[in-house]
């Protein structure tokens, strides 16, 4: 059964750091692309990031601005977001998903749960 | 950047009603329009790809069309279980949500 498990979540002050993960199972991992979508409490859906199948391709919203970085590691199935200088307005829960198509793929088929995040001094 | 419009932000039916929300995109993005569906909270789930093929599994009720900067999704009849927020996705140009329907019970 396809699985994605978000983790790494928590509460931090502004500026600092954390990193993320995403654990799949059930799938050929290193065929698809991984994509984090973030949602503020209460809010809509907003894309953050996506890294390619093989890793060498990775793309990142606007508002991330160099602050945040992405790696995956195909031989343990995994995907790491690293989040640096961290807002409050970076408080979300951050979803990973699975995406179908090419490399970095456009339609993502299967989310995790998510991981929250919140930023608080 | 393209931006992605829906409307209504929100709206209230009745069993068995059809519902229609539409969404459009700031530029031309041809085909490139996915639906999701989020439950309270529930991750999203994938409804429609390419702006009118319909995912695996997903009731026949369901139904996407539009092509360029107009989109719609269409609930052929609403039942208890689609109350929830939609929201559709371009991919034409990096990705980018709309803001999101919640539809509710009259």
């Known amino acids: 059964q396809l699985k994605l498990v978000e983790s790494g979540g928590g509460v931090v002050q502004p500026g600092t750091s954390l990193r993320l993960s995403c654990a799949a199972s059930?799938?050929?991992?290193?065929?698809?692309?991984i994509h984090w979508i973030r949602q503020a409490p209460g809010k809509g859906l907003e894309w953050v990031a996506v890294i390619s199948d093989d890793g060498k391709i990775q793309y990142y919203a606007d508002f991330v601005k160099g602050r945040f970085t992405l790696s995956r590691d195909n031989s343990k199935n995994t995907v790491h977001l690293q989040l640096a200088s961290l807002r409050g307005d970076d408080t979300a829960l951050y979803f990973c998903a699975k995406s179908r198509g090419y490399s970095y793929g456009s339609v993502f088929d299967h989310w995790g749960q998510g991981t929250l995040v919140i930023v608080s001094s | 950047d393209i931006q992605m419009t829906q409307s209504p932000a929100s709206l209230s039916a009745s069993i068995g009603d059809r519902v229609i929300i539409t969404c459009q995109a700031s530029q031309d993005i041809k085909f490139y329009l996915n639906w999701y569906q989020q439950k309270p909270g529930k991750a999203p789930t994938l409804l429609i790809y390419?702006?009118?093929k319909l995912e695996a599994g997903v009731p026949s009720t369901f139904s996407g069309s539009g092509s360029g900067t107009h989109f719609t999704l269409t609930i052929a009849s609403l039942r208890p279980e689609d109350i929830a927020t939609y929201y559709c996705?371009?991919?034409?140009?990096?990705?980018?949500f709309g803001q999101g329907t919640t539809l509710d019970l009259k």
């Open positions: 059930g799938f050929s991992f290193g065929s698809f692309g």
């Open positions: 390419d702006a009118s």
């Open positions: 996705q371009q991919y034409e140009n990096l990705f980018t």
